[in-house]
């Protein structure tokens, strides 16, 4: 099982476009790329390329940088008790288990899909151990840098220490709940939610159940 979260620079209609390409690029290369290494590569081009011909059909008024894509992949094997990350620029993942609800923050972020060209150094997936009953929750930065009003932001430790048990959609359901309630309704960003967790006994066709 592989899992894409992303957050495209921008807002409204012109960010639609974006999403698409990743999107559709990520369907396409994501069950036969054999690395996650590989599959950020080509998601990065499918952005570029993206990026390149908006430019080409707007006359060249876009300029270089302003489109880009923070992302995190995710890679949850059958068997075995890890999963496997890799971020493009995108906020941390959580981890929660019995044992401690811990903040992943990658060693190795990378820069956005779209600005590969300026990133030479190697690009690095990393693991963290994925045993039955653990939950990885994937997010945008809509979650971590919700504010009250007295500009405090918002902290889901809590919360997920409370819901993680009762599975993903109750984990999402409590956070999209509490992030509302601590910003009184009014979200300054985009806010999306990936919660994932592995089963003892998996259904048909995985181990891992979302």
Same mark, same amino acid.
């Given at each position: 099982?592989? #899992?894409?979260?992303?957050?495209?620079?921008?807002?409204?209609?012109?960010?639609? %476009?974006?999403?698409?390409?990743?999107?559709?690029?990520?369907?396409?290369?994501?069950?036969?790329?054999?690395?996650?290494?590989?599959?950020?590569?080509?998601?990065?081009?499918?952005?570029?390329?993206?990026?390149?011909?908006?430019?080409?059909?707007?006359?060249?008024?876009?300029?270089?940088?302003?489109?880009?894509?923070?992302?995190?992949?995710?890679?949850?094997?059958?068997?075995?008790?890890?999963?496997?990350?890799?971020?493009?620029?995108?906020? %941390?993942?959580?981890?929660?288990?019995?044992?401690?609800?811990?903040? !992943?923050?990658?060693?190795?972020?990378? =820069?956005?899909?779209?600005?590969?060209?300026?990133?030479?150094?190697? !690009?690095?997936?990393?693991?963290?151990?994925?045993?039955?009953?653990?939950?990885? =929750?994937?997010?945008?930065?809509?979650? =971590?840098?919700?504010?009250?009003?007295?500009?405090?932001?918002?902290?889901?430790?809590?919360?997920?220490?409370?819901? !993680?048990?009762?599975?993903? %959609?109750?984990?999402?359901?409590?956070?999209?709940?509490?992030?509302?309630?601590?910003?009184?309704?009014?979200?300054?960003?985009? #806010?999306? =939610?990936?919660?994932?967790?592995?089963?003892?006994?998996?259904?048909?066709?995985?181990?891992?159940?979302?």
């Amino acid at each position: 099982m592989r #899992l894409l979260i992303g957050d495209v620079r921008g807002k409204g209609l012109n960010a639609i %476009p974006g999403v698409a390409a990743l999107v559709g690029s990520f369907h396409e290369a994501a069950h036969h790329t054999p690395t996650l290494p590989e599959l950020a590569r080509h998601l990065d081009e499918a952005v570029s390329r993206h990026t390149r011909e908006t430019a080409s059909v707007s006359g060249g008024s876009e300029v270089d940088g302003e489109h880009f894509i923070t992302a995190a992949i995710a890679q949850i094997p059958d068997d075995g008790t890890e999963v496997r990350l890799i971020s493009r620029g995108h906020c %941390p993942a959580f981890l929660v288990s019995e044992d401690a609800l811990r903040v !992943w923050e990658p060693e190795h972020a990378g =820069l956005p899909l779209g600005l590969g060209e300026l990133d030479t150094g190697p !690009w690095q997936d990393e693991s963290r151990p994925f045993g039955p009953g653990h939950l990885l =929750l994937l997010c945008t930065d809509g979650l =971590l840098e919700a504010r009250d009003a007295d500009g405090r932001f918002y902290t889901p430790g809590e919360d997920l220490r409370q819901s !993680w048990r009762d599975g993903p %959609p109750a984990v999402v359901e409590r956070l999209a709940g509490a992030v509302h309630t601590h910003t009184d309704g009014v979200l300054a960003d985009d #806010l999306a =939610l990936v919660a994932v967790t592995r089963v003892e006994h998996a259904p048909s066709g995985g181990e891992a159940a979302p």
